[in-house]
T-cell receptor, first 114, second 111 residues
Framework: EAGVAQSPRYKIIEKRQSVAFWCNPI?????LYWYQQILGQGPKLLIQ????????DSQLPKDRFSAERLKGVDSTLKIQPAKLEDSAVYLC????????????FGSGTQLSVL | SQQGEEDPQALSIQEGENATMNCSYK?????LQWYRQNSGRGLVHLIL?????REKHSGRLRVTLDTSKKSSSLLITASRAADTASYFC???????????FGRGTSLIVHP
């Protein structure tokens, strides 16, 4: 069974530039999550989708971050413009149903903003 | 804000010893999960324990949950160098079932 795919693996940009991350969840998984993990901390939820609808985006900095999940399958997370404090690992995870179960994580995208 | 907090922040042991990590949380939960993260990788699910369960086992892993104390512990028996990783607890509350992670415990197992 293929796991959660994320790309790119690493990204280095300068502040005020824009960047996009892509995630393809496990086939058939209805729920997709984007987490931000700053060095030395635990993952923090940015946004949760169920199919192609947003369930929770209360912690997404909407002035600079946006995310979409077209057709309820893969998803894109964008940052525009990036700030130094956005340097982190961006993790995508998926679950078969809606909550109450384990998350399957991708390997993440490590973003460095210079 | 983080719901769960792991303790200790760092743990260093010798191969063959047992490792115990604790997680405390603030509000009533639906489920508590433990995950492992190797350096530079994504998180891997270890065990999910529901609020009405008290103990679960998986191989060398044993998880307990004490809802009266709002705490959980993860025990790794007969640790191996390959167990070196960060371990996170994640709790979900209310109707959202969205796992909220703690800061993690960094475990180093010396061969």
């Amino acid at each position: 069974e293929a796991g959660v795919a994320q790309s790119p693996r690493y990204k280095i940009i300068e502040k005020r530039q824009s960047v996009a991350f892509w995630c393809n969840p496990i086939s058939g998984h209805a729920t997709l999550y984007w987490y931000q993990q700053i060095l030395g901390q635990g993952p923090k939820l940015l946004i949760q989708f169920q199919n192609n609808g947003v369930v929770d985006d209360s912690q997404l900095p909407k002035d600079r971050f946006s995310a979409e999940r077209l057709k309820g399958v893969d998803s894109t997370l964008k940052i525009q413009p990036a700030k130094l404090e956005d340097s982190a690992v961006y993790l995508c995870a998926s679950t078969l149903g809606f909550g109450n179960e384990k998350l399957f994580f991708g390997s993440g995208t490590q973003l460095s903003v210079l | 804000s983080q719901q769960g907090e792991e303790d200790p922040q760092a743990l260093s042991i010798q191969e063959g010893e047992n490792a115990t990590m604790n997680c405390s949380y603030k509000t009533s939960i639906n489920n508590l999960q433990w995950y492992r993260q190797n350096s530079g990788r994504g998180l891997v699910h270890l065990i999910l324990i529901r609020s009405n369960e008290r103990e679960k086992h998986s191989g060398r892993l044993r998880v307990t949950l004490d809802t009266s104390k709002k705490s959980s512990s993860l025990l790794i028996t007969a640790s191996r160098a390959a167990d070196t990783a960060s371990y996170f607890c994640a709790t979900d509350t209310g109707g959202s079932y969205i796992p909220t992670f703690g800061r993690g415990t960094s475990l180093i197992v010396h061969p």
